[in-house]
Nanobody
Framework: QVQFVESGGALVQPGGSLRLSCAARGFNLTYYAIGWFRQAPGKEREGVSYISASDRRTYHADSVKGRFTISRDDSKNVAYLQMESLVPEDTAVYHC?????????????????WGQGTQVTVSS
């Protein structure tokens, strides 16, 4: 079965850090660009971060730039999202997905199946 399995979400205080993992099941992550997306209650899904397949180019939404870092370890078939200096506005369910190559987060276009996502809650 081809899918992603996201993990690492938790309840964290403002200013805290988390590392989310995105494990690929049933396919080789190497060939695909990966995007992280998030959706907060009552809001539309938004693109957060992007990493290309070959040259590891990364892009981040303005709202997380300087705080979030996307990376990948193709030998483990996993992508990551390191999140620092978290704020309540980062509270959402985070998903990863295959995306078509792009040069900006705003135009990330996902395809294929999605995982269940992982809940990140930033609150004191």
């Amino acid at each position: 079965q081809v899918q992603f399995v996201e993990s690492g979400g938790a309840l964290v205080q403002p200013g805290g850090s988390l590392r989310l993992s995105c494990a690929a099941r049933g396919f080789n992550l190497t060939y695909y660009a990966i995007g992280w997306f998030r959706q907060a209650p009552g809001k539309e899904r938004e693109g957060v971060s992007y990493i290309s397949a070959s040259d590891r180019r990364t892009y981040h939404a303005d709202s997380v730039k300087g705080r979030f870092t996307i990376s990948r370890d193709d030998s483990k078939n996993v992508a990551y999202l390191q999140m620092e200096s978290l704020v309540p506005e980062d509270t959402a369910v985070y998903h990863c997905a295959k995306v078509f190559p792009t040069n900006q987060v705003a135009t990330m276009s996902p395809f294929g199946s999605w995982g269940q996502g992982t809940q990140v809650t930033v609150s004191s």
